[in-house]
């Protein structure tokens, strides 16, 4: 493993169900190259966690912050871990 993979994890709240932002989430996370999943949570919260370089986590995160035209990010909840490298592609999961 890299010494340069990293991983984040976290919840995305607001108007985030039934807007496309999982498409947009698993979009910028294969555009980026990382490794990861986004999933909708009970509660109207998206959950996602993406590993890969750190520099690409963050742009990662930023466009996380913003997300999709129908939808309204009111705060993205990260936590940062060591990479568990069991994780391939960038998926949306159930």
Do not use: C
Not at 1 to 13: F, P
Not at 25 to 45: H, I, Q, S
Not at 77 to 87: H, N, S, V
Request: hydrophobic content about 40%; aromatic content about 8%; overall charge positive.
């Amino acid at each position: 493993m890299a010494a340069d993979l990293h991983r984040v994890e976290g919840t995305v709240h607001g108007r985030v169900q039934g807007v496309g932002y999982r498409a947009f989430a698993v979009r910028w996370g294969k555009e980026l190259g990382l490794r990861g999943f986004v999933r909708n949570e009970p509660g109207g919260t998206v959950a996602f966690a993406a590993e890969g370089p750190r520099a690409d986590l963050e742009r990662f995160l930023d466009a996380l912050h913003v997300g999709p035209p129908l939808g309204r990010v009111t705060r993205v909840d990260e936590t940062w871990t060591p990479p568990e490298d069991r994780l391939s592609g960038f998926e949306i999961r159930r």
